[in-house]
């Protein structure tokens, strides 16, 4: 998991509510990223950060929020606009500009 | 639709034996692809990378071959073990933007003992 902790590692959402899962760098890495992994299927990029107070939206960003107000932070905002929020998501940061990757151990999503 | 895709999604292996894991893309234009290992309720770990400069590059018991001409990149691991069970994905940087990966859907790779 090198220097990247997300919490909790499980999460329930009742329907309608907002839940925001964590997730903490050590590394001194610019970059910060989301991505969102449902069974058998690759990881899709929800929202990325390459500076503090700015991010962009991924390719599946409906229904989610983020924000960056620290370097060492990215935290991200499941909404109830989120229909099917029931996925592991996983945090990750790298270099700026470096394609590398560095994970975190994950969060699973689930609705009761 | 994700241009990163494998041939297989299950792979098993005998202990001891060597195993390949293959993956296709589809934009001839990407120039960085990396692979993963993902074990069971983990985060992803960076196995070995390689530029589309290159053909070929090894680490410690892996390999990964790139073919620009077919568009495949095969991972290669030496001497299976039980603690390579895990998925393994493959993906490429498509607009040369640090980070935003293009990630295949995953081989799950069981190695029998």
């Known amino acids: 998991d090198g220097g990247i902790t997300q919490s909790p590692k499980y999460l329930f959402r009742k329907e309608g509510q907002n839940v925001t899962l964590s997730c903490e760098q050590n590394l001194n890495h610019d970059a910060m990223y989301w991505y969102r992994q449902d069974p058998g299927q690759g990881l899709r990029l929800i929202y990325y950060s390459q500076i503090v107070n700015d991010f962009q939206k991924g390719d599946i960003a409906e229904g989610y929020s983020v924000s960056r107000e620290k370097k060492e932070s990215f935290p991200l905002t499941v909404t109830s606009a989120q229909k099917n929020p029931t996925a592991f998501y996983l945090c990750?940061?790298?270099?700026?500009?470096?394609?590398?990757?560095?994970f975190g151990s994950g969060t699973q999503l689930s609705v009761l | 639709g994700e241009s990163v895709g494998l041939h297989l999604p299950t792979l098993s292996v005998q202990e001891g034996d060597n195993s390949i894991i293959n993956c296709a893309y589809s934009n001839s234009a990407s120039d960085y692809f990396i692979w993963y290992k993902q074990e069971s309720g983990k985060g992803p770990q960076f196995i070995i990378d390689i530029r589309s400069n290159m053909d070929k590059r090894q680490g410690q018991r892996v390999t990964v071959l790139l073919n620009k001409t077919v568009k495949h990149l095969s991972l290669q691991i030496a001497a299976t073990q039980p603690g390579d069970s895990a998925v393994y994905f493959c993906a490429e940087n498509q607009d040369n933007q640090g980070g935003k990966l293009i990630f295949g859907q995953g081989t799950e790779l069981s190695v029998k003992p």
């Open positions: 990750a940061s790298s270099i700026l500009q470096d394609e590398k990757l560095f």
